[in-house]
């Protein structure tokens, strides 16, 4: 069983930037895909970035040059650093783990609302 703590949600001007956490319970990283998704009002869930177990990173076209999604092992944590924030990337953003070994688990969620 793998646990997946999201954090750093909150709320933000358009233009403005946040970075969203996501701890695993266990060293699992190395093993796994890890990645962001996100899910708006009344929309289905969409990727946002991914990082494969090699290190290889995968974004939507929306938010190509503005997201960075990275990782680090020795906390079992992944992030999300967003830049230039705008209104449409408002939604309740999830932590996925992608696992042969594990199997696939989601965090919570993590509510990010870009309002003026």
């Known amino acids: 069983q793998v646990q997946l703590v999201e954090s750093g949600g909150g709320s933000v001007q358009p233009g403005g930037s946040r970075r969203l956490s996501c701890a695993a ?3 699992v990283l190395s093993i796994s895909v890890m990645g962001w998704y996100r899910q ?50 408002t939604a309740v953003y999830y932590c996925n783990l992608n696992s042969r070994v594990y199997g696939e ?3 919570q969620g993590t509510q990010v609302t870009v309002s003026s």
């Open 25 to 27: 319970s266990g060293s």
């Open 105 to 107: 688990y989601w965090g």
């Open 40 to 89: 708006a009002p009344g929309k289905e869930r969409e990727l946002v970035a991914a990082i494969a177990t090699g290190g290889s990173t995968t974004y939507a076209d929306s938010v190509k040059g503005r997201f960075t999604i990275s990782r680090d092992f020795a906390k079992n944590t992944v992030y999300l650093q967003m830049n230039s924030l705008k209104v449409d990337d």
